[in-house]
Structures are given as structure tokens and as C-alpha cells.
């Protein structure tokens, strides 16, 4: 019987249709449910899904502002680099044109230094040859003396007369070479006495 009873509760009933009791206990949980989700949940995912926005976005400013300050250094480091090789040029072209000044000043020192030494050995080359050529004199002139006293016979006088006598022998025997032998022979002094 209890099975016929069920048999025909479910004939009048439409499955399609729930019982009144599951609607307002399931409506009630719906707004349950929703009054929880839209308490706690929802505004717990707007704030993350704002949190989440934000970072992407702030990412992406800090990406554009990290692009932007890179791009400024990178700008101002090929400025100074540029700035670098042509303080760098100058540099070496400074230091070429020094080297060459020192060079051109150290070649007029040693050329004004080899003329004052070229100088100073021929004003000591002319001293020492006017020396040399009155010590020989002196000394041609003692022999020419020694031997006109062997000629003569007798001691001569070694006044300044005969040196100067001697002297000019000497001079006229100096200007052959200078001139040809036919004025050397009439500048040669005749002797005093003869």
C-alpha cells in the first residue's frame, strides 16, 4: 500500500516542477550565497584584480620609465663619448704639435749649439795656428840667425831690426802660396849690406 501511495504521489506530481519546500530552502541558500560573495569575495577579487592591474600597470610605467632613463644614459654616454675622442683628438694633436715644436727647438739648439762649437774650435784652431806660426817663426828665425853667424863667422846682434828683417823674409815665404812664385820671389827682402 505505502508503495501504491508513492506510486500515485508521483502520477500527480511534475518532474519538472520541484516541490515547494526545496524552492524556499534553495532560494534561501541562493541569497545566502550571495549575500556571502558579494560581502566578502567580491570585494576580496576587486581589490585583488586592482592590485593585479596596478602592478601590470605600474610595470609597465616603471618599463617605460627604465626604457626612458636608459635611452636618456645611453644618449648622454655616447655624448660623452663623443666628447672623450675629441678631447682625445685634441690631446693627440696637441701632443704631435708639441713634440714637433720640441723637435724643431731641440734641432736649432744643436744646430745654434754645432755653430758655437764650430766657432769656438776655429777661433781655437786660428789662435793655435797663430801661435804655431810665431813660434815658427821664432824658431826659423833663431836658425836663420845661427846660421848667418856660421856664414859670417861672427855673432850677429839680435836687435829688433833683424827679427823684423826675419819676419818679413818669413811673410814674403808665406805669400807664395797664396799668390804664384813670381811675386814671391820680388817680395823676398834682399839683405841689409849686400
Known amino acids: ?18 516541490a515547494l519546500g526545496e524552492v524556499i530552502i534553495g532560494t534561501i541558500a541562493f541569497a545566502v550565497l550571495c549575500f ?36 636618456a644614459t645611453l644618449e648622454q654616454y655616447r655624448a660623452q663619448l663623443a666628447e672623450a675622442r675629441s678631447e682625445a683628438n685634441a690631446i693627440r694633436e696637441q701632443a704631435h704639435e708639441d713634440a714637433r715644436r ?21 777661433q781655437q ?3 793655435e795656428r797663430l801661435q804655431a806660426a810665431g813660434s815658427l817663426r821664432r824658431e826659423v828665425g833663431g836658425i836663420a840667425m845661427q846660421l848667418s ?3 859670417v863667422g861672427h855673432e850677429l846682434q839680435r836687435d ?22 813670381a811675386a814671391a820671389s820680388s817680395a823676398r827682402p834682399v839683405p841689409a849690406g849686400s
Open 1 to 18: 500500500m505505502t508503495s501504491a501511495l508513492i506510486l500515485a504521489a508521483d502520477e500527480n506530481s511534475n518532474p519538472l516542477i520541484p
Open 149 to 151: 853667424e856660421r856664414i
Open 125 to 127: 784652431l786660428a789662435a
Open 160 to 181: 829688433e831690426s833683424q827679427r823684423q828683417l826675419v819676419d818679413d823674409f818669413i811673410a814674403g815665404l808665406e805669400s807664395p802660396s797664396s799668390s804664384n812664385g
Open 36 to 71: 556571502v560573495l558579494m560581502k566578502f569575495a567580491f570585494p576580496r577579487a576587486e581589490v585583488l584584480y586592482a592590485e593585479r592591474r596596478d602592478k601590470i600597470e605600474g610595470g609597465l610605467e616603471r618599463a617605460e620609465k627604465t626604457q626612458a632613463q636608459a635611452q
Open 102 to 122: 720640441i723637435r724643431e727647438d731641440m734641432r736649432r739648439e744643436a744646430e745654434t749649439e754645432r755653430e758655437e762649437r764650430l766657432a769656438r774650435f776655429e
